[in-house]
């Protein structure tokens, strides 16, 4: 599994008016092929009174399933510039889908190539691109009276802390990122005088915004 990657949150639209033309770029998450055909069909039946649905996604840890569609635009003058659009931007799981309402003004295969790319990146940054880190989710077992000390420790480092259950003993859910867990775990012991107790609980990707 990779440690990071960024992608898109999970859904989102954009639209642009190039020479009369209308542009609607519909972007979706998409972790399947299954998924991203299901969405691409979806856009088809809502639009299916528009002159193209052009489409592509870019599927995989290592990109292994992508695809490009002109529906019946030039060949390579919409679905490769727009897959070209995610792979400049090191996305990963992404959909795109862009209806073309024909305006009656040419463009050009220059013009289509330009138009196409420019509506998915428009989409994408409507949509707005996350970054997904794997992260490890440990249970910090402690006594009360070393609570205030993990606590206001963890949040010093900035350490993310999912849950504090108040039970006999205090359990602190934390995340942390899976190439830290060595550090963490003898900076809690060092820290504590060994007297916390370092379980692992789960391991899951965390996403945030990347403005």
């Known amino acids: 599994m990779l440690k990071s990657y960024l992608t898109?949150?999970?859904?989102?639209?954009?639209?642009?008016?190039?020479?009369?033309?209308?542009?609607?770029?519909h972007v979706k998450r998409c972790e399947s092929e299954e998924e991203a055909v299901a969405f691409i069909q979806l856009i088809k039946k809502q639009h299916h009174q528009a002159n193209h649905n052009c489409s592509c996604y870019l599927i995989g840890e290592h990109d292994h399933i992508q695809k490009a569609n002109d529906d019946g635009e030039p060949s390579g003058?919409?679905?490769?510039?727009?897959?070209?659009?995610?792979?400049?931007r090191g996305l990963k799981d992404v959909c795109v889908v862009i209806t073309r309402y024909f305006g009656g003004i040419k463009l050009g295969a220059g013009?289509?190539?330009?138009?196409?790319?420019?509506?998915?990146?428009?989409?994408?940054n409507q949509t707005g691109i996350v970054?997904?880190?794997?992260?490890?989710?440990?249970?910090?077992?402690?006594?009360?009276?070393?609570?205030?000390k993990v606590e206001n420790a963890l949040r010093q480092q900035q350490y993310r802390i999912h849950s504090i259950n108040y039970l006999d003993l205090v359990h602190l859910h934390v995340y942390v990122e899976v190439?830290?867990?060595?550090?963490?775990?003898?900076?809690?012991?060092?820290?504590?005088?060994?007297?916390?107790?370092?379980?692992?609980?789960?391991?899951?990707?965390?996403?945030?915004?990347?403005?």
């Not at 898109?8 to 770029?25: C, D, L, M, N, Y």
């Not at 289509?112 to 998915?120: F, K, P, S, W």
Request: hydrophobic share 45%; charged share 25%.
């Open 179 to 211: 190439d830290q867990v060595a550090t963490f775990t003898a900076w809690v012991i060092d820290l504590t005088s060994d007297q916390a107790q370092i379980e692992f609980v789960d391991e899951l990707y965390l996403e945030q915004p990347i403005s």
């Open 111 to 124: 013009g289509l190539i330009r138009a196409y790319a420019g509506t998915t990146s428009e989409a994408l």
């Open 77 to 88: 003058t919409a679905g490769v510039p727009m897959l070209d659009v995610l792979k400049k």
């Open 131 to 148: 970054e997904r880190k794997l992260m490890k989710q440990l249970k910090l077992t402690v006594a009360y009276t070393l609570l205030g």
């Open 8 to 25: 898109v949150a999970p859904e989102g639209t954009a639209e642009v008016e190039i020479q009369k033309s209308r542009f609607i770029g």
